[in-house]
């Protein structure tokens, strides 16, 4: 299995060249230069299997005989062994059409685990095998920045350093992260705000010399693997629900379009899926394109669904690749134009061919509250408001009602408790994974909003400079 830029100019690589690079080198995203194909046959065989061997067969044809079969299930059958549910992702039914597929089992309660703990360890491996260490290096507001420490504790050739204003988080965030002790995991806690910790990670990547000497590299939104994870809960829960003699649809509350052009992925591989129906909070960037074609900037406005506040969907390059022929000098001048201008359109017949596969809507903060109080009322459910989009959006869907429509549900109630408390008058408790977080002992490090500073830090912790020196 090859892969190939949406940018069209660097170089097609493997599947482990892929995983360490995330971002191509012409700026573009990796895809596959084709998808791999499921028989009927083959997507049948699949039902009754355990998540981790399903897991092993969707995932296998993209690694390109790059990780030996049984030590790549070793590694699936490690990542979702730390899940707190047997079926790794499980459905519940909401109403006579619609399912809640929980993504929320793992160590941080929100969908990113699920591709993220096979990253770290896929990352892990390939390091091992090359002799390398790789210092990984983020920022976060207080909402990813646990998925990727408990991604990255513990691994062998990887140490972590992540980024957060100090005090400017919620305590459940910060505990989550600065409870990690692991000797590689270091939690920053820096004097500024969220756009000084993006401000000083941009600065240590783009010091060319301290980058190299240090591997420094991300897992963030865009490193093909984390599409290729999501692919799998696609197929299990679609096989479930009677696929592939049945057709399903999902509705995926969408932010950076990684997790719904996973479900894309999965209907090009040969899931019989629908339609996707993407589920936007205010922040409506791709409900308007779907409604109109043009992609066109606006402000981010803060929600009560902040994973999905954002105005630039990364990973649409990747759908706007095939809606534009694969053809990468067109998805340059696109992007091109949407920096200059704020906006692209594509051809009415470029939407009509989105349009077959997807729908777009945009769910305002009082329809969320009003999901969250209504799913409680009817079905005695509680949805996290990022689900809650989700449910709202497939109510919205016109789409034929004996068909069965699975919503995605990103994150536990319990990360989000304040909103839901207001809807339901119920407070969701922690599980009992989390329920001792606040007697946890904690790990941090105050460093001033100054580069050199961080730069001092990081030298001095991480193995790549010691390897270095
Ligand atoms: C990241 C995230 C999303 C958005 O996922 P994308 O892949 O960026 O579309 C939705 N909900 C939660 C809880 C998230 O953490």
Redo the contacts with the bound molecule.
Sequence with gaps: MQYVSTRGAAPVLGFEDVLLAGLARDGGLYVPQSWPQFSADEIRALRGLPYSEIAVRVMRPFLGGSIAEDEFRAIVEDAYAGFDHGAVTPLVQLDQRTWVLELFHGPTL???DVALQLLGRLFDHVLAKRGQRVTIVGATSG??GSAAIEACRDRENIDIFILHPKGRTSEVQRRQMTSVLSSNVHNVALHGTFDDCQDIVKALFNDTGFRDRMGLSAVN?INWARIMAQIVYYFTAAVALGAPDRKIAFT?????????YAAYGARAMGLPIEKLVVGSNSNDILARFFASGTMSAAPVVPTL?P??D?QISS?FERLLFDLLGRDGSAVTDALNRFRTEGKFAVTDAQLADALAIFSGHRVDEDATMATVAATWEESGYLL?P?TAVGVAAAKADPLDPSIPMVVLA??HPAKFPDAVEKATGRRPPLPPRLSDLYEREERLSELPNDVAAVQDFVVARARAAQEAA
Excluded at 252 to 260: E, I, L, R, S, Y
């Design positions: 929100a969908f990113k909402d990813t939104s995926v509350p969408t932010g950076n379009f990684g997790n719904v669904s994973s999905m954002i990973n996290d990022h990103t994150a």
